[in-house]
């Protein structure tokens, strides 16, 4: 059995570290460095969570989550820019396809090239998740989106469209597909007439 480290040792503390890595199992090999804001979980014999920097692996945040929270996870890491930990949880091959544009990632780092170019055109844009359906493999979740259009938008011919100033308000539905625990594949379906319509860009 595995011991329960004292209260007074701080959560992800080197003790409670090392429990959680023994539980886990978690090897040194693709381990990433970030940071990850855990809720308070049970894992084992052990309760771990709080907001910490480790070393992890994907191994370690399946451990803690169900899909449909990684899925959730991911939009928060969207929120804040951190990229490096979105990426890690891609497979290689990630890919993404946005419908309302036809436009098409084929790797982890086209996709995230991709969503580096709304956050580019929408700085201060933020996620939040309104609903949330999984189902083997598949996550589907429907967003609402808002933020201020003050850097140039890339479209689908390899043009810009300079800042408008004005904001979107916008909703989307991400399908979002898995390769074990490894996000494998994104469709994202949105109405492109409307935030266009925001932007003061049609009629």
Known sequence: MIRRPPRS????????????????????????????????RSYGDETLGGDHNKIITSNAIKGFMTKTELCKKNIELFNSSSWDEAKAMMATTCGMHDIATGMKANDADQSIG???????????????????????NTVIMECSWAGTHTGDMMTPDGNTIPPTNKT????????????????SNF???????T????????G
């Not at 570290?17 to 978690?26: E, F, L, P, T």
């Not at 580019?120 to 083997?136: K, L, R, W």
């Not at 935030?195 to 049609?202: E, F, I, V």
């Open 187 to 193: 469709k994202n379906y949105y109405d492109a007439m």
């Open 114 to 136: 991709h969503v580096q170019g709304w956050k580019s055109a929408f700085p201060d844009i933020i996620g939040t998740v309104n609903t949330a359906y999984e189902s083997g």
């Open 9 to 40: 040792t701080p959560l992800y503390s080197s003790a409670a570290s090392d429990v959680y890595k023994r539980q886990s199992k978690i090897s040194s090999s693709g381990a990433y460095r970030g940071r990850y804001n855990a809720e308070f």
């Open 168 to 183: 979107v308000n916008l909703k989307n539905v991400f399908i979002t597909e898995f390769d074990g625990d490894k996000f």
């Open 195 to 202: 935030m266009m319509s925001q932007l003061g860009l049609t």
